[in-house]
């Protein structure tokens, strides 16, 4: 069996001493820190992704999004993860109160060194980037919005509850992104989930060293670019979750240039927790795919390769984290 081992050198060091005027060789360390990365199986996160659209949209206040938010909560438990249930009732733009779930799976609880993984499980509830305007009101199925995200970390939660990592990992799937105001100008109408959580994190004085959050990752020939908010408050990240990509040969999805300042989950959880986190996103110059919040965003657009690279590269910065 192959297996990946990502290797950080440890710089050899020549200590020499003087004994009675003749000199010594004291030391010569030369010490390479293995660390193994398990692999991801883009099978298992295709079938994660699967399993959430058979369910139909996600659209808070319905029952398919109450069935999913079981069926996510179940599988979180399974891998081994300590579960924790948010719920918050929370005003949408228009006035309706969505009953609201953020589910947060925690691994090796104890540590204090803790990465923060995320991405949002709702579907939005209109289509109002469809070419046939009768759809407008329909709501997305949301594969790529949302499911997608949540199938990578659904894998990645797997492997992590068969091999921990040395860090502290925590996997939040917040609820209610995507019930943002479709007329626009509305910034804090997206987002509501994560508003909260940030505001009310899962435990006291929660902290972690930076999160990364996963939006629309999943569609064929997707674009990941440094995002601005994501440059602005945690461009260290940014460069090594790049930078690995590339060492991967992943540089074809993770574009090494910056564009596109997009208001998403991350945003609140770095104004308002505080803990520097980056959004990789599917944009480019022609913004959004062409299936975002339109009737098309179903698995059809999902493509196994893509998850791989997006899998591993976060596999990797994690288990090499201390
Ligand atoms: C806005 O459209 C303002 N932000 C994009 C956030 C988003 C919606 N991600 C997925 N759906
Ligand atoms: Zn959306």
């Given at each position: 069996m192959e297996k990946l081992l990502s290797v950080a050198f440890v710089l050899s060091t020549l200590l020499i001493s003087c004994n009675g005027g003749k000199s010594e060789v004291q030391k010569v360390v030369s010490e390479k820190v293995a660390v193994e990365v398990?692999?991801?199986?883009?099978?298992?996160?295709?079938?994660?992704?699967?399993?959430?659209?058979?369910?139909?949209?996600?659209?808070?206040?319905?029952?398919?999004?109450?069935?999913?938010?079981?069926y996510l909560q179940n599988e979180l438990t399974r891998f081994?993860?300590?579960?924790?249930?948010?719920?918050?009732?929370?005003?949408?733009?228009?006035?309706?109160?969505?009953?609201?779930?953020?589910?947060?799976?925690?691994?090796?609880?104890?540590a204090k060194s803790r990465v923060l993984l995320m991405s949002h499980w709702d579907s939005r509830p209109y289509s109002d980037h469809d070419a046939d305007e009768a759809n407008y009101n329909k709501p997305i199925l949301g594969v790529d919005d949302g499911a997608s995200g949540v199938g990578v970390l659904l894998e990645m939660a797997r492997l992590f509850g068969q091999q921990n990592p040395t860090v502290g990992v925590d996997i939040v799937f917040f609820d209610s992104e995507d019930y943002g105001n479709p007329r626009g100008g509305d910034s804090d109408s997206w987002c509501l989930g994560s508003q909260y959580w940030s505001a009310n994190p899962h435990t006291i004085n929660y902290r972690a060293k930076y999160g990364i959050l996963l939006d629309m990752v999943g569609a064929k020939d997707a674009t990941f670019h440094?995002?601005?908010?994501?440059?602005?408050?945690?461009?260290?990240v940014v460069e090594k979750i790049w930078q690995k990509a590339a060492e991967l040969g992943y540089s074809n999805y993770f574009i090494p240039q910056m564009l596109g300042q997009i208001t998403d989950d991350h945003v609140p959880v770095n104004e308002i927790l505080g803990v520097p986190s980056v959004d990789i996103i599917n944009f480019s110059e022609n913004g959004f795919p062409s299936h975002w919040h339109t009737q098309n965003d179903d698995m059809q657009n999902i493509e196994k390769k893509t998850l791989q690279a997006v899998g591993e590269?976060?596999?990797?910065?994690?288990?090499?984290?201390?």
């Open positions: 398990p692999k991801f199986n883009a099978d298992s996160a295709f079938q994660y992704i699967q399993n959430q659209a058979n369910f139909g949209p996600r659209v808070p206040n319905t029952v398919e999004h109450d069935d999913c938010a079981v081994g993860a300590e579960v924790t249930v948010q719920n918050a009732n929370l005003r949408a733009f228009d006035g309706t109160i969505l009953k609201s779930k953020n589910i947060i799976g925690s691994f090796n609880v104890e440094k995002e601005v908010y994501s440059m602005m408050y945690a461009k260290g590269t976060l596999l990797n910065v994690v288990y090499e984290e201390k």
